[in-house]
């Protein structure tokens, strides 16, 4: 169970500003099959202007193959998203694909995986003549690293390009990249570099948190 608060707050003569960020998540692992789940919500705002209300709750699995080691496995996943920032009322989003572990060592680790969305949006706005309300399917690619240095500094990520299957010019960038330093057996301090883009709403944010990590292994 891994739980991250981060955030700043910025308050002078000309005004004021806070962004807050609240991440849980909750992974098993086993040695054919993982599964995590997320919580995230990010809220914030800019001489009393709302600048963030964004909520991302996410659950996915993974199936390894039986011989060790393991390099290919089957994943899956459900999510849902609300973001004021993006302009997004509600996605939901499932899909089904396949990985691959390039390098797959106890402090290293670099994958790549593929595989296709089922995707249905309720947007703020869109360029004129696209519905708001609509249904897709996306291929979506990601890598996803992790390197843990002396057992004291760890530096993982993800990175997501989702494209429409039936347009090029739709598509979903996301990138989260965390660098970590242990100051407990159960507590880090933490900084985060977060992106997202949509090119319907043509809307992105950038985000880079510093605070603390709680850890519990059970």
């Known amino acids: 169970m891994n739980y ?6 910025n308050k002078t003569n000309d005004g004021r500003s806070y962004v807050l960020n609240n991440n849980l998540r909750f992974s098993i692992s086993k040695k054919r099959i993982s599964a ?6 990010i809220y914030g ?16 699995f993974n199936i390894y193959e039986r011989r060790q080691p393991a390099r290919f496995y089957t994943w899956g996943l459900a999510s849902y998203e ?27 680790v670099f994958i ?19 519905d708001n309300d609509y249904e897709t399917a996306r291929n979506s690619f990601r890598i996803k690293f992790r390197w843990v240095i002396k057992n004291r500094v ?30 407990l057996r159960w507590l880090s301090f933490t900084t985060s570099l977060v992106y997202n883009k949509i090119s319907l709403t043509n809307r992105e944010n950038l985000l880079l948190n510093y605070g603390l990590t709680i850890e519990k292994y059970f």
Not at 45 to 60: G, H, P, V
Not at 94 to 106: A, C, E, M, Q
Not at 154 to 183: M, P
């Open 4 to 9: 991250t608060a981060t955030g700043i707050v």
């Open 36 to 41: 995590n789940s997320s919580a995230l919500w």
């Open 112 to 130: 790549v995986s593929d595989g296709i969305l089922y995707e249905h949006s309720d947007l703020y706005q869109t360029p004129e003549g696209i």
């Open 82 to 108: 609300s973001s004021f920032s993006l302009k997004i009322n509600a996605r939901v989003q499932t899909g089904l694909g396949i990985g691959y572990n390039i390098v797959d060592r106890p402090n290293v």
């Open 154 to 183: 760890t530096i993982d990520g993800s990175d997501f390009l989702q494209h429409a299957l039936n347009d090029r010019k739709d598509y979903i960038v996301k990138s989260n990249t965390n660098v970590s330093v242990k100051l």
């Open 45 to 60: 705002k800019q001489n009393e202007s709302r600048t963030n209300n964004d909520i991302i709750a996410a659950l996915d």
